[in-house]
């Protein structure tokens, strides 16, 4: 055998463990969550740790999703778009996944269906059962071969019971099947407390893990989800009733903040239990850089306060803030390595489109403006901006909010009447944000899916600038997801203007950052990309920490 067989056969003899988690009741019960934390718990126990996600819509990427129906798209450093679970779990790992830990119901019968079309399954009949779990379980494999993975954890979004995502339990069964000892399986189910009855209920799990059964898969684990802990009596109660041992029942509650989760967690033992459920080596759970964060977010006692002006909030009566999740988690965690705590003001700036006073504006320590998509809201965002860059409050423009730092500035610093980007406006007499030539085409062919420019990309700093003072390094790689640009023929116009393109791509075509020189504004900064996926709570991001710096300072001034 040849070194490089060696090599392969030695990888191939290690054992890689994976744990499925799967969620019964009810919907929005906290997989995410409970993944993530699951991830943050077994790398702490040294552990080399990966997770996917599968979600099962038709839809290839979380692309072309509504924001107010999806909430956030997270978007990976490749570049593919996914769900917001992907950046739970990037930032409980504290580790930059690639887009082999995505996948959906659409993407994966576009690969068997190429593959039919390229003859790879030699000519038979290829079927919904097995074909597409096996594609399930190769797609796994592959991700947890890539990562090199001690556990590999996948998250099947949706409910048990319902009709979607039964084909990606039974890739969890066929897995479990062939390997019975690496494979293990975590219901995360709901126990309600009625208001009229006052009493929790265990019902409604007893039957979501009845309905696991009738689809092969058994759960070894039962995370409890409820409003407050859960007794002993209704652990026992699952345990009889589920098949459960009763330490194989997790209490969890619902807590003040999701980075409780792991402590809580492994106050019940969840990583001795895990290890015991996989055949792991048992090993100590190491905590203590967790741990300390979370302390640090409790310990704030001093406030900001932040403005948030988007338009993605309303569903029905509800406001959706899940949409901004990233940008608010990056605030979080820059003003807890400060100090302080932030409360962010949700601001539609649909109400500012025709008008209205904005002096309410003057009572945020700084603003930020997230990405966005279209013509809604943004007359009143650009108000906004106005309003930032005139009352020289702290103002972080991320992506969209970076575009309009510009047009803003076009039209009312520089007097160039009708400058507009040409999302809003196709006729703009000075398109000073324009579509780059190649999405032209694209859209042109009606080609939205996964075409804009995506992922991450190079950026050079500028000596001098906010952002090289920020970053600290004159080189970094950000994410993107946009179609449009600074325009290039105006980037000229709009520095002898006074702006200041502190980030470009290498080569000086694309304009990745401006601001305001120190002296104008005490912080003016917009990006064309978003630092939010970035931002890890072991790990804030630094230009996140520069604007919550910023505000702090307002803050102390006023
Ligand atoms: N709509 C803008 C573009 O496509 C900004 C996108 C964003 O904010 N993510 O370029």
Known sequence: MGRAGKRAATVASRTRKYLFVVGGVMSGVGKGI????????????????????????INVDAGTMNPTEHGEVFVLEDGLETDQDMGNYERFL??????????????????VIEKERNLEYGGRNVEVVPDIPLEVIGRIERAAEAADADV??????????EYQNILFLE?????????????????VSYLPVPGSIGEMKTKPTQYAARTLNSAGVFADLIIARAPTPLDQKRKEKISRFCNVPSEHVISAPDVESIYDVPLNFEKERLGDTVS???????RETRLGEWAAFVRRSKRVKKRLSIGLAGKYFKSGE????????????????????????????????????????LQKLKKYDGIVIPGGFGKEGIEGKLRVVSFARRHRIPYLGLCYGMQLAVVEYARNVMGLKGAATV???????????????????????????????????PCVLKKGTLAREAYGRARITERHRHRYEVHPDYVPRLEEGGLVFSGTSPDRRLMEIVELPRHVHPFFVGVQFHPEFLARPLAPHPLFTAFVKAAVNRRRRT
Do not use: C, W
């Open 318 to 357: 509800f406001v959706l803030s899940d949409v901004y999740l990233s940008v608010l988690e990056a605030l979080k965690f820059s003003a807890y390595e400060l100090g302080y705590a932030v409360d962010i003001d949700y601001l539609d700036t649909r109400a500012y489109d025709k008008g209205g006073s």
């Open 34 to 57: 409970a993944t993530s934390s699951l991830g943050t718990i077994l790398k702490a126990r040294g552990h080399k740790v990966t997770a996917l996600k599968i979600d099962p819509y």
């Open 276 to 282: 015991a459920i996989l055949s792991l080596h048992r």
């Open 171 to 187: 890739a969890a069964r066929m897995m479990k099947q062939r390997a019975p000892e690496d494979v293990g399986t975590v219901l």
């Open 94 to 111: 504290n580790e930059t996944l690639p887009s082999a830990n995505y996948m959906t119901t659409g993407s994966v019968y576009l690969s």
């Open 423 to 457: 999302e809003v406006d196709a006729k703009a007499p000075h398109p000073v944000i324009d579509i780059l030539p190649e999405q032209k085409h694209l859209l042109a062919d009606g080609r939205y899916g996964g075409t804009m420019r995506l992922g991450a990309y």
């Open 152 to 161: 590999t954890l996948v998250e099947i979004g949706g409910t048990v019971g």
